[in-house]
């Protein structure tokens, strides 16, 4: 939440790509105007993205179960885009979910290919931050989990032609 207050004002409307979420519901406590998309496809199907007059696009944990993110991301219409994604780990597979297709990742992407991403569909990062996940776990991966980066935040802002 710092993170994001520090970069995004309460008079800016936001557009969260995924349905209504618990930071959704957190940045509306908060006093932020937040908008959902409603669960479409978003490599196929860009419409709310487009049709949004948003200024502020959120992704939080999103683009890891894209096929294509460039797409979408090309496709945002707002100025700034507060984007998070797990990090891939060298020491854990990409996650799938045994029951839910829609909850697998696709990319569990590096830093830089993150970076990459957002530089080539025409985005400039402004700030970005990582955090570890600690779990309450005994055993290598939880140790390495304690002091391992697993997410990676970035703030964004369009690219000026």
Known sequence: MAFFQKHISKDE???DLGVE??????LEEQG????????????????????SNAQVITAFEIFEHLLAPFNV??????DKLVA????KLWF??????KTDPWDRHYHEFEDWQFDWLLEKSGWVIKDRAKWTNPVK??????LLRSFTPRYYIVYATRKKD
Request: no cysteine; net charge positive; proline share 8%.
């Open 84 to 87: 998070s994604i797990p990090l």
């Open 73 to 78: 991301l090309r496709e945002i219409k707002g």
């Open 92 to 97: 854990s597979p990409a996650y799938k979910s």
């Open 21 to 26: 979420n618990p930071f959704s519901k957190i």
């Open 13 to 15: 409307t936001i557009l």
């Open 137 to 142: 776990k005994i055993g290598i991966r939880p």
């Open 32 to 51: 932020y105007a937040v908008e959902n998309t409603k669960g479409e496809d978003l490599d196929i199907d860009f419409s709310t993205v487009i049709q």
